[in-house]
């Protein structure tokens, strides 16, 4: 038996049935051939170490990409938004133990230092932003555990107390929130316009500098919009949206009328939900969807600029109204506006790298 | 909590509530095994796999009515065997009996392990390593290391020669072992303990 060199030893059948304890007459094999062999115990040890490592690596890796595949054709719906990252029961109770380690070492930690400097140590609150740039997309949890997925040339800004008090964060940009539940804790995005203050609920916040509205999109829960130019409170329920039009006037409107598509005014409108897969529009960019509902060319560009990270040109100003009705996902854009020219004519071509010119 | 109850916990989560987690978390626990039962039956491992991801699929398209189902162990299993000769038809099913000796069960790794610093820094070393395996040769290592499939039966399985599997399983393991210097494996612990503690004094 073994002296075998350890690369051996790793692909050794009989060895690697000892490691995961798949097989008694191996592991009574192995167990005999360490009584008789003490020297060997550390080398062996580490081996099996190795083995079982390696088992679990492989199945993580494996179960990994399944299962994000899997995801990928689950809809996202209400109830799904608020998928925090999901533990087995059995990952939990380890991640449990690892906690448990960890605050046991730190407790160790802060008392020796308590008794060593006679000072207790204090975690200071610390400022942290969030941005992204053209073209970018990120998803991020704060430090209260709610979720963020940030759409492009955005910004998000701590509040230096967060989660201490209350949960207060400042947003210029587009960005979707699933927030975690705590009643102690206001949860509170400031926009230019108007501040969002939220219990425990998921919504979309659209509010970029320079655009001609903003809104806000409930999806679950309850929120209450305080605007800032009318000093007026706005309660929102689940599948509403509020459109503000920032440079307009500040009307209100509480019924929903079908023509509010066609000329926004501000005030509560229902959420859209495309018909072909009952996607709420409003949020469909997290998913890495982009829908455009009887959209004006213009503000469609606009999205796509932002989207694709590319300036985008429209040359001849009778394009700018045309309106269109579409969906993508994981398209590149030369598919996309390629699809777009079947609906009404027009060219483009690549001025350079980053701009893009567009004429009939 | 049992495994099992925990299951049984997440699966009625799952159907009563329509709990997103629950339902990850039950497909986490079946899909190795899934796995397991599918490719000693004779499919390969690719259409198994599949066929996992559409009962899952499946499941949460339905799962507003699966609350009436006693046994859920029963169901999926019988669900997924079905799917499996439905779609495959051509396939000649090998007869395997599954009976209590050939249960599948994962390997013991995941409770003692970790829990030492060193161990995750292993573990991160061997993760690395082993996404840079082409998928063929990772699907031989899963096989083997996870779902614990003899290189008799993993060269049946994949239709591949037995010295293939072996030399497979051996270049990986190899590679890793070199990445992993035996010093290394064995000092790391105590230069973990010293390092941890060190970290620990200077805050």
Sequence with gaps: MPEKEDSHLLANESFINYCLDRNEVDISKWEEYLQANPHERERIDA?????????????????????????????????????????????????????????????????????????????????????????????????????????????ILLAEDFNIKQRVVKLSGEAFFDVTHDTSKPFIVQTHDMDIKVLGTAFNVKAYEGDETSETSLIRGRIELSLKKDNKKVILRPNEKYL?????????????????????????QPVHISKKDAAVVEVAWTENKLIFIDEPFESLVKKLSRWYGVDIEIADPALKNTRYTASFRNENLNDVLTALQFTKAFSFKHENDSTIIINK | MSEKAIINYCWNDFVNNESRNGYYSVYQHYYAYLLYVGIKKGF???????????????????????????????????????????????????????DDSDWF?????????????????????????????TPKQRLLIYQKFYLGFSYDEISRFNHISIS???????????????????????TLISVMVIAFAIFFAIR
């Design chain 2, 164 to 186: 293939t599997v072996y030399n497979t399983v051996y270049a990986a393991m190899d590679k890793l072992r070199r990445l992993l210097p035996r010093d290394t494996v064995i």
């Design chain 1, 47 to 155: 081996l099996k170490s190795i083995v079982r490592l390696t088992s679990k690596a492989v199945s993580e890796i494996e179960l990994q990409s399944q299962l994000e595949k899997l995801e990928q054709e689950i809809p996202l719906e209400e109830e799904q938004l608020s998928s925090l990252p999901f533990k087995t029961g059995r990952r939990s109770l380890s991640w449990m133990a690892v906690a448990a380690l960890i605050v046991g070492v730190l407790l160790i930690s802060t008392a020796a230092l308590y008794f060593l400097t006679g000072k207790k140590s204090e975690t200071a609150p610390v400022a942290a932003s969030f941005d992204t740039h053209k073209g970018q997309r990120r998803t991020f949890f704060l430090p209260d555990g709610s979720k963020v997925v940030l759409n492009a040339e955005s910004h």
């Design chain 1, 244 to 268: 503000l039009h920032t440079a307009g006037s500040l009307t209100v409107n509480k019924s929903i009328r079908k023509s509010e598509v066609f000329k926004p005014v501000s005030g509560l």
């Design chain 2, 105 to 133: 069960s994962a390997p013991p790794c995941d409770e003692q392990l970790l829990h030492d610093e060193h161990d995750k820094v292993l573990y991160d070393l061997i993760s690395k390593q082993i996404k840079q395996l």
């Design chain 2, 44 to 98: 390969d491992a690719e259409t198994v796999k599949d066929t996992v991801n559409d009962i899952f699929l499946y499941f949460w398209e339905k799962r507003f009515q699966l609350k009436h189902i006693q046994n859920h162990h029963n169901y999926i299993l019988t669900y997924f065997i079905r799917s499996l000769c439905k779609n495959n038809k051509d396939k000649t099913v090998l007869p395997v009996e599954m």
